[in-house]
């Protein structure tokens, strides 16, 4: 048994099943071990940020780390900026990604790179490895660290006679690391806040926000009055129906310092204290007012639920029964075609236990509102803010979770980052939407121009973010991938398309031709 | 004045004229300063890698560098690979990159990442900047680093405050760094080399490859009986009538081995000893017979050009007529369509001085056979083996040579990667052909899955290897994007639709369907 096989027969103990590959020659006994084994599915992106990205909403989904596989330092760059989104949002991920063999380093051929150098920044493990015999061990801790939850990218580089030389036997199945608790301090001091009659937020992210923490935290807003919000951008926020109401906090510095006016105290779980998405000219930086108190109960890697069970029973507050959601019909949108109207039609025919995928920039505001009293369902964003995450990452929650609908909201601009993702949708029969928001600009740019106080709007400056000359027309893209597609530039339009898109499988998109 | 328009005008007082921009919110500066400019033409790609791609074009035909403007640690990564060829290209590029503000880095905000350590590996200079005032010093600087003969990739990271600071006047025009010439000793040598009788190689790259160069070269093979070849991936090459007989090492060892066999001394010009591509279970990584005599008469820093009429002088044959290629008709290709008969037609409406960029992978031989003899031309070569490089690079090529025709050889998997790059040749109106060789499917790695040993040939090794299913259509995405493509299925569809391309101006697609 060569390296590959030991090391691919180790991650499948370990119940790693799924690879999102683009392979190259370094990696062709990596290639031909997935080919000959049983526990292994491989889908095949057609550029490696369809890969890393898929591999993020598999993880977010699943709750267990996929594997990539990539080619070279190359290989690892084209997938770098959607592993920097599942980085932020700690999402566990195996990359593997093949090496010049040991001896051929020295003789810097054309693909050589310093493949270590350019995974530190994105990963939060690398191994590169030594030998075939020390792969399938060098396997399975990199599952031992994606495992560490809410999950980490783990990189790990493999010289191609690592995977082609002898090895040993595959490593059985070991348990995954614990989550460790939080001591009695923070509980006992956060139970302190809560009863001192300050205005107090709670702030939730990664594990702090999972259907069983929202519960327990609102029967501690019961008690103490605090407010209770989540970063602009989560991982996995579950929503809707059954759920609890969770507020989330502005992306635009004006409307935050809004939202946490008057707030005295900030107790975090799962998250840290909230900040600028950039610095911009005179504004400060923290989301929170000048001498607010800021108390972590848990950080991302500790174990949130646990603690705020804790924190529930110090403030006798277990037996109250959460306040959840109820399902309210508005009817699907009617008059302009605009995101308000499409989100309101997105929200009444959301299939339950849908999963949306956000990267609409300035266009999701509406869907996001609508579907707040919707189906329930997951509410995925962009944890990095690099932008084409949501084509990838509808392609792994939608392999991670078979039987749920998924729905791609998605701005112009960033869609074309990694449009190559349609064509994996199609070539997988995906059950994924993607709806377009075709406002031909990057919208979000034109306005962080004037925000940013830069005094140019010559039209050479506005040219640069404008994405319209020539018009790029999704439809035929989609098509020419193999993903049916069709255009609304009615509401009513929209409104067909979308509801068909519900009641049918596989993908599909719509481009919305926002006026 | 602040930091971006200081900056701005110190690039373009030092011959920087054009910016492949893909920005975000941390560059509004940067472009601001461009729309307000005179003399900076900005540039826009959907994806970073486009712009990258295209400042190694620009770079390798217009001797000079562009910059590209990207964001962040994502951006650059989406450059990465693009810039991982040009490195190995040795173009000249200046990478400017937006940073957060210097204040707002500590609070590890969203796109917050260690973009000097990302930087470091796709380039040969990296700088961040500490205030505006020290910008305009600093990009100066970059300029310098970005000229170093034949070229270098400088990157400049950029925090927003030290754009939007008040800075100092812009700098004046420097002059570039003279490129360094070869000790005596390098060319006496080589010339006792050249005298000995020895079976010998002369192995050119980079400025060992110029026009000027090859004519030099030729009289040195005349009187010494030396053989001239150069690297099977070149930065630039002139081919086709008028310039000299250069003979291209192969790409897989088995071709390269039996080309040197019986090579006793090997000299390189700009360019170092040949090894292979990759390794391979049980095969030599050098690309030269044991015991091979090697002597480096000019590394690719050092002045060719110089080395090179010295050791002619030496060898009293200065005075030598150089022996050039003639123009030879071998008509359009007929019979079945495949690269041979499409290299044929490419050849023979080859315009003069036209410019071919390739990434046809296993569809390229067929062109660069035909043309050996055709209208002069530039060859462009994927020079680091990273997929994707060919749309990209042709956008830049036509921007700096607008009076000349760009065709691209591309296959199909391959454009997949930067197909984005098509907006942007519509965009700018560039006069770009496309010809896109589809085989459906990576055909270079089932070739080397057997050629690696890799022994599993089940169907799924084989579908990750296949990109058919579904089939793409490049004239539907073409289209998509706003560019005019068509498909041909026979040769003669083939010739009438790259004859009426040679003969049009403007961007333009041809997708040929392989049997």
Redesign the interface.
């Known amino acids: 048994m060569n390296g590959a096989e030991s090391m691919l027969q180790t991650l499948i103990n370990n119940g790693v099943e799924v690879c999102f590959?683009n392979?190259?020659?370094?990696e062709?006994?990596m290639?031909?071990?997935?080919?000959?084994?049983e526990g292994m599915r491989?889908i095949?992106g057609?550029?490696e940020?369809v890969c890393t990205g898929a591999a993020d909403g598999y993880g977010r989904m699943a709750g267990k780390p996929a594997c990539t596989l990539l080619h070279?330092?190359?290989?690892l760059?084209?997938g770098?900026?959607n592993l920097?989104?599942a980085k932020?949002a700690n999402s566990p991920i195996i990359n593997l990604i093949g090496d010049?063999?040991t001896?051929?380093k020295k003789?810097?051929?054309?693909?050589t790179?310093?493949i270590v150098?350019?995974s530190?920044?994105?990963s939060h493990w690398v191994k590169s490895v030594e030998s075939a015999e020390s792969l399938p061990r060098d396997a399975l801790d990199s599952v031992t660290a994606a495992n560490v939850q809410p999950g980490q990218i783990a990189t790990l580089i493999i010289p191609?006679?690592c995977a082609?030389d002898d090895s040993i036997e595959p490593l059985p199945r070991e348990d995954a690391p614990s989550t460790p608790c939080v001591s009695d301090d923070r509980v006992t001091d956060a139970a302190a806040l809560l009863t001192n009659g300050k205005p107090t937020i709670i702030l939730l992210g990664n594990m702090g926000l999972t259907e069983k923490s929202q519960c327990i935290v609102d029967k501690i807003a019961q008690v103490s009055g605090a407010r209770i919000m989540c970063d602009t951008?989560t991982t996995r926020l579950p929503r809707g129906e059954g759920r609890c109401e969770v507020e989330r906090l502005g992306y635009f510095s004006e409307q935050a310092t809004e939202q946490v006016k008057g707030t005295e105290q900030l107790i975090m779980v799962g998250t840290?204290a909230p900040?600028?998405?950039?610095?911009y000219?005179g504004k400060a930086?923290?989301f929170y007012p000048e001498g607010c108190d800021l108390h972590v109960l848990a950080d991302a890697n500790q174990n949130a639920e646990d603690a705020l069970t804790r924190l529930c029973t110090a403030l006798s507050a277990s037996d109250l029964a959460p306040r959840k959601i109820q399902r309210q019909k508005q009817g699907a949108g009617s008059g302009e075609l605009n995101q308000f109207t499409v989100g309101q039609t997105v929200a009444e025919f959301l299939p339950t236990d849908a999963i949306v995928v956000d990267e609409a920039a300035t266009s999701g505001a509406g869907s996001f509102i609508s579907t707040a009293t919707s189906e329930p369902h997951d509410w995925l964003s962009l944890?990095?803010?690099?932008?084409?995450f949501g084509l990838p990452t509808s392609i792994g929650a939608a392999v991670a979770c078979p039987d749920r609908k998924v729905i791609c909201l998605h701005g112009d601009?960033g869609a074309?980052?990694t449009?190559?993702s349609l064509?994996t949708m199609?070539?997988e029969n995906l059950d994924v939407c993607v709806v377009i928001f075709a406002n031909r600009k990057y919208q979000?740019?034109q306005v962080?121009?004037a925000r940013?106080?830069?005094?140019?709007?010559?039209k050479?400056?506005?040219?640069?973010?404008d994405?319209g000359?020539?018009?790029?027309?999704?439809?035929?893209?989609s098509?020419?991938?193999?993903v049916r597609a069709n255009r609304a530039e009615t509401i009513e339009e929209f409104n067909d398309l979308y509801l068909d898109a519900m009641r049918t499988q596989g993908p599909c998109l719509i481009e919305v031709i926002l006026p």
């Open positions: 590959t392979p190259g020659t370094s062709m006994h290639v031909a071990a997935i080919g000959k084994s491989s095949l057609l550029f940020g070279l330092g190359p290989g760059s084209n770098s900026a920097h989104n932020k010049h063999a001896y051929h003789y810097d051929a054309p693909l790179s310093d150098g350019l530190g920044p994105v191609a006679n082609w951008f840290k900040v600028a998405f950039f610095a000219p930086s923290e944890t990095g803010g690099s932008i084409g601009g074309m980052y449009i190559q064509w199609a070539r979000i740019l962080e121009l940013v106080g830069a005094q140019s709007m010559t050479k400056t506005l040219d640069m973010l994405i000359n020539p018009d790029m027309n999704f439809v035929k893209m098509e020419g991938m193999g």
